[in-house]
């Protein structure tokens, strides 16, 4: 029975993704092709209630097409992707040209492309146009032939940029470290606890999916453009990211500490203090620096919109000549790519740290590229 | 399901009470209600006159301040010095303010030391805990365990994750304790060679039932089959 029971589960989970996969690729090829051939005009694409009737309308079509396919033993890409394991290998080995799911694979692959140029504006035209590739070269060109007068101002703002960075994990490692353990749930067991842990990990997860971007503008309008609201902002999400990785630490510390302190009639707290501690003391330490390799370069950004710093002076500048412009560019990129991940790695032989730093090296490499190009 | 059903037995002051069976069979279940960190479900553990079975709170932590225990993986804390680690034995009975400081007394200190030169290891009291083996981390163990000061010490199989010399080493040191400082001991054990050695009493536990309860010298070849299963051979350390 138990045994029955647990398989029809399974079953009905992997046949609930499967439809609601099918539903959304299937609804996705008919609402292109219902564009292609209707061409509705702007004013009917920013009418919200009727598109959003039909879509759903498209949906719906689309989750019982799946159904009637796979009740017909015809494979559809969801039932090939979700498939229960138990179920696996029963059906004959088919090249894939000769399955509905290949083509539906290769179908939506082709059509998401096709999409994805048009919504882009993907125009070789442009990117081939010798005025505007002049423009590009002068601007690079400006990085070769730095505007001096510039420098002094742009070093403070650029010491102001660190330091905004610096502030800001150092006052978020206290926060995020008592949070941490509220956020725990080997901690916070008990109907009461629970709660709390609950609001906190729900308030932390909101809190973590408002880019540090947004918070600098609410905050910018709270304390006035600069330096202050640009620390705040990246504090903020500084505690809610720690607090998470902090947490995730103390929920994965070994029980045997824990139980042998608490037989010694320790109380919660010091049994926290002496067991778990510890325990999570050296993760926290490369998380924390972690934190602060990604502050560094969240900081520059964030002056863009009024956090302070390198970035506050590049939006100042935008009307400038494409010298200053671009030996600006340069300059806010060179902060950004303080590499204090690899430096600190290298101090404190953590390798831990090391390889984020080197993931977050190629992600600064291309947001790098981004403020060269978009600005 | 119920991990224990029907055990009830008196242990005695200065007893060395070892408790076998199975793997599964209810011993750790069995010890560690007898220090609250299982609780039990119905029944009463009397301790010093008071059923402990149903108490909460700080109630619990008085009751683990008289009853030490150790583990079978030690459960030291790794990052800490030795000696760190005996006088946590004292949380207990610290304030929490000064404890979470570190603020062990003189006297706590002298105690710890001379517990450690009890179970052998006074030397290596400035060293981290994990550069220790595994039988000098048990030792370790009891001696934080010792700093307690307890009536009655509980070991959860101290010496399964150890070889066959180091054994006997840490069971020494439990009988020593035992008779030295007159602390009563219930201890897990799986080999019977072990107890006949060691134990003054013996209870056998079969799938959460007590099956035998006497003197280590009766288990015969019929009892050994009776505990563990027929075709069962009796391992034999030295
Ligand atoms: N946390 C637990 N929750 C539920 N059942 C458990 C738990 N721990 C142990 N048990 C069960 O209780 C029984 C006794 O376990 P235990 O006391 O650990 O046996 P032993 O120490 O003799 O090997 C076993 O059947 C085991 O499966
Ligand atoms: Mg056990």
Redesign the pocket.
């Given at each position: 029975m138990g045994v029955k029971l647990f398989s029809f589960v399974q079953f009905s989970s992997a046949a609930f993704r499967r439809t609601i996969f099918d539903g959304l690729s299937f609804g996705f090829l008919l609402a292109i092709a219902l564009l292609v051939i209707l061409k509705p005009g702007d004013e009917q694409m920013l009418d919200m209630k009727t598109n959003g009737f039909v879509f759903s309308g498209l949906f719906l079509v689309s989750v019982l097409i799946s159904l009637i396919l796979n009740k017909n033993g015809i494979r559809t890409l969801g039932e090939h992707i979700f498939e229960p394991d138990h179920k696996k290998g029963q059906q004959i080995e088919t090249s894939w040209y000769y399955t509905l799911w290949g083509w539906q694979l290769v179908i939506l692959l082709l059509v998401t492309f096709g999409v994805g140029l048009d919504k882009t504006r993907f125009s070789l035209n442009e990117l081939l146009d010798e005025d505007g590739f002049d423009g590009a070269v002068r601007l690079f060109n400006g990085i070769f032939h730095p505007n001096f007068t510039l420098l002094p101002k742009a070093i403070l703002n650029i010491v102001e940029t660190i330091f905004m960075a610096f502030m800001a994990t150092f006052l978020a490692i206290p926060l995020a470290f008592v949070l941490s353990f509220f956020c725990a749930k080997n901690i916070m067991k008990g109907p009461f606890l629970f709660s709390i842990y609950l609001f906190l990990r729900t308030l932390l997860n909101v809190t973590r999916s408002v880019e540090a971007l947004i918070w600098a503008i609410i905050f910018s309008v709270w304390v006035g453009i600069g330096p202050f609201a640009g620390m705040l902002a990246l504090m903020i999400h500084s505690v809610a990211s720690l607090a998470k990785q902090y947490s995730e630490m103390v929920e994965a510390v070994s029980e045997g500490p824990i139980e042998g302190i608490q037989a010694t009639g320790a109380t919660q707290m010091q049994t926290i203090w002496y067991a778990i501690v510890p325990q999570v003391i050296l993760p926290y330490v490369s998380f924390t620096m972690y934190r602060w390799d990604i502050n560094v370069r969240m900081a520059t950004i964030i002056g863009l919109v009024g956090g302070g710093g390198i970035g506050t002076m590049l939006i100042q500048y935008q009307g400038a000549s494409y010298v200053a412009r671009s030996w600006l560019y340069y300059l806010s990129d060179c902060s950004c790519r303080l590499d204090f991940g690899s430096i600190l790695s290298s101090i404190t032989f953590c390798p831990q740290v090391e390889s984020l730093a080197c993931d977050f090296d190629f992600l600064s490499f291309l947001s790098g590229f981004k403020i060269f190009f978009c600005c | 399901?119920q991990?224990?059903q029907g055990v009830s037995f008196d242990v005695k002051k200065g007893e060395f009470l070892v408790?076998i069976?199975?793997?599964?069979?209810?011993?750790?279940?069995?010890?560690?209600c007898i220090n609250r960190l299982?609780d039990p479900t119905s029944g009463e553990i009397i301790f010093g006159g008071k059923n402990v079975a149903k108490i909460s709170g700080s109630d619990i932590r008085t009751l683990r301040k008289k009853v030490g225990m150790i583990f079978q993986q030690f459960n030291l804390i790794p990052r800490h010095s030795v000696l760190s680690n005996v006088l946590m034995g004292r949380l207990g009975s610290m304030k929490v303010f000064p404890s979470l400081l570190g603020l062990f007394t003189e006297q706590d200190k002298k105690n710890a030391m001379k517990y450690l030169q009890l179970v052998g290891i006074d030397d290596k009291a400035r060293i981290r805990a994990d550069q220790l083996s595994g039988g000098q981390q048990q030792r370790v163990a009891i001696a934080r365990a010792l700093t307690q000061d307890p009536q009655i010490l509980l070991a959860?199989?101290p010496v399964a994750s150890l070889d066959p010399a180091t054994c006997h080493t840490v069971m020494d040191y439990l009988k020593k304790v035992n008779q030295e400082l007159g602390i009563t001991i219930v201890c897990?054990l799986h080999f019977l060679s072990l107890v006949r050695q060691y134990a003054t009493r013996v209870i056998a536990?079969q799938?959460?039932k007590i099956v035998y309860d006497g003197s280590p010298h009766e288990i015969d070849d019929a009892w050994f089959e009776r505990i563990y299963g027929v075709g069962a051979r009796e391992v034999h350390i030295n």
């Open positions: - | 399901m991990a224990l408790i069976g199975l793997s599964g069979s209810g011993k750790s279940t069995l010890l560690r299982h959860d199989e897990n536990l799938a959460g």
